[in-house]
């Protein structure tokens, strides 16, 4: 694995070696741990706002021997227009690794291959690899694994999230089901490219629901997307995790949430104070399901 550009471009196997990885860097967590980027500096070029990816990079490449550069896009010169190669091959020749969050999918393969260095998707508007991967963390402590389980997605299905829940059924083979209204599922050319997977899209919520072990959920309104607003709250109203989608789904089934959460929006206060301990062991499991990427890339220069 040269970089991490989404969970589209990784294997099964190399899914399931980051979350060995993981779970060990987590248990192993302690101030003087193996220092594999020690002495490095990995930019981190952000285009969108961030508390956990921000935070548990900048902790992550302490913990293992590096300087974290954070770079607002908008206080450097791509914010004035210079393309995303060039910054690339100028970075590429200073800095050990690059962390982009912005907003074209476009823009981080192009820094990968500009840059010639390790290059992280922090989130795009197609992918946000590194959260699926605290995610999968989180399911294999909370639920021992994600075989033969069912994860169902409510909401804006076509966002990034919704995406990348769908590569990693595909690559993985657990069942995933994505409940959002017509204008919010996962358009046709997503659904072509995805091909054979066992994803389903519904705009039944109970159908979703029911017999599911992981109830998950984003913000209607991605970064970006902050026009849209009025309409996607409206049309997105049904599609809330509330204390009645719960009681459908299995007995012991989780609830997870990217963050940040909008009460009475996509999740309810009711369910998401009940549950706190799950999503924020979630929000945690960026840290360690990073630490493990950052590893896995640093092996394979
Ligand atoms: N879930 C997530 O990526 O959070 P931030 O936007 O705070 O980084
Ligand atoms: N879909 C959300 C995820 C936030 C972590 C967004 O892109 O804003």
Not at 74 to 101: C, F, H, S, W, Y
Not at 138 to 164: Q, V, Y
Not at 184 to 196: A, V, Y
Not at 263 to 289: C, M, P, W, Y
Request: glycine content about 8%.
């Amino acid at each position: 694995m040269k970089h991490l550009l989404g969970i589209e471009d990784l294997s099964k196997e190399e899914i399931e070696s980051l979350i060995d990885s993981a779970v060990e860097l987590k248990a192993g967590r302690c101030l003087d741990g193996p220092k594999p980027l020690l002495g490095e500096t990995w930019a981190m070029i952000f285009t969108k706002s961030s508390t956990r990816t921000r935070v548990s990079f900048e902790v992550g490449l302490n913990e293992l021997g590096a300087r974290p550069m954070f770079l607002n896009a908008n206080d450097v010169q791509l914010g004035r227009g210079e393309p995303i190669k060039d910054t690339a091959r100028v970075l590429g020749r200073m800095v050990d690794g690059a962390i982009i969050r912005t907003f074209d999918q476009q823009d981080v393969v192009d820094f990968a291959e500009y840059g010639k260095i390790p290059t992280i998707n922090a989130l795009t508007d197609e992918e946000h690899p590194c959260q699926i991967l605290a995610d999968l963390l989180t399911i294999r402590e909370l639920l021992g694994g994600w075989e033969g389980k069912k994860i169902a997605f409510f909401g804006d299905g076509d966002c990034n999230m919704g995406r990348s829940w769908a590569w990693a059924a595909k690559r993985l083979g657990f069942e995933l089901v994505i409940a959002a209204p017509a204008a919010f599922q996962p358009d046709d050319e997503f659904m072509g490219r995805l091909g054979e997977a066992p994803v389903t899209v519904t705009d039944d919520v109970e159908v979703a629901a029911k017999n599911s072990d992981v109830l998950y959920t984003d913000t209607w309104v991605s970064m970006g997307k902050e026009a849209e607003a009025a309409d996607r709250l409206a049309t997105l109203a049904p599609f809330q995790i509330n204390d009645e989608v719960v009681s459908i789904a299995n007995p012991g089934a989780i609830v997870q949430h990217c963050l940040p959460a909008y009460r009475g929006k996509e999740i309810t206060e009711s369910v998401l104070e009940a549950r706190a301990d799950e999503i924020f062991q979630e929000a945690e499991n960026r840290l360690h399901a990073q630490k493990a990427i950052l590893v896995a890339l640093a092996a394979a220069r």
